[in-house]
């Protein structure tokens, strides 16, 4: 089962304004990690925070980290429309090796 | 680097046939694959973990002699979708960790669109 869950489902935006998407996880986390999947295709791996640490940068990407909410943001800054997208959060606890939970994700949609 | 060729990209077979599905590291080992199930415009749904040189480990609900997982060696793992059903068409997507790397991210595949007919 999935335990993160992720808001909005869906968002759409033109072409220079920044995304925000929102992810909430129920349990202890050893890391969290999101993904980008373009329609019919594999994840690809854009960034990964460790539960010590609060906020990472690459390139136009920032995620933060609150785990005593137990929630995560990635934003997306000056967003493109390539960006478009399925962008999904995924945890990996201390006890489950590599084996991540996945959020539903997010529908991203920039428009130009 | 770390990239993960998954085999074939999509294929269409007839009700009651068996469909096989690989993943393949191509630059890394990777003891340890996931396989995982994608409906339309839903998230991913763990299905097994493979592990090489053992059983894999199934999740809750997923029938474990209807998708037959072999991980014969640390680049390679199979997902053998028996006896096809049309409700079996779906999205599959495997992943892999680098053995040498703990905690490092997942390398995926670009999936398998199955389609039974």
């Known amino acids: 089962s999935q335990q993160g869950e992720e808001d909005p489902q869906a968002l759409s935006i033109q072409e220079g304004e920044n995304a925000t998407m929102n992810c909430s996880y129920k349990?202890?986390?050893?890391?969290l990690q999101w993904y980008r999947q373009n329609s019919g295709r594999g994840l690809v791996h854009l960034i990964l925070?460790?539960?010590?640490?609060r906020e990472k940068h690459s390139g136009r990407l920032r995620v933060t980290l609150d785990t005593s909410k137990k929630s995560s943001s990635l934003l997306i800054t000056a967003s493109r429309a390539a960006d478009t997208a399925s962008y999904f959060c995924?945890?990996?606890?201390?006890?489950?090796?590599?084996?991540?939970?996945f959020g539903e994700g997010t529908q991203l949609t920039v428009n130009p | 680097g770390a990239v993960v060729s998954q085999h074939p990209s999509w294929v269409i077979c007839k009700s009651g046939t068996s469909v096989k599905i690989e993943c393949r590291s191509l630059?890394?080992?990777?003891?340890?694959m996931f396989w995982y199930r994608q409906f339309p415009k839903q998230s991913l749904m763990l299905m097994a973990t493979?592990?090489?040189?053992?059983?894999?480990?199934?999740e809750q609900g997923v029938e474990k002699d209807k998708f037959l997982i072999n991980h014969a060696s640390l680049t390679l793992s199979t997902l053998t979708v028996t006896s096809a059903h049309p409700e079996d068409s779906s999205f599959y997507i495997c992943?892999?960790?680098?053995?040498?790397?703990?905690?490092?991210?997942?390398?995926f595949g670009n999936g398998t669109r199955l389609t039974v007919t």
């Open positions: 992943s892999a960790s680098i053995d040498s790397v703990p905690n490092s991210p997942l390398h």
């Open positions: 349990t202890s986390i050893n890391n």
């Open positions: 925070i460790r539960s010590n640490e």
């Open positions: 995924a945890t990996n606890q201390w006890t489950s090796g590599s084996r991540l939970t």
């Open positions: 630059d890394f080992q990777a003891t340890t």
């Open positions: 493979s592990n090489e040189g053992s059983k894999a480990t199934y």
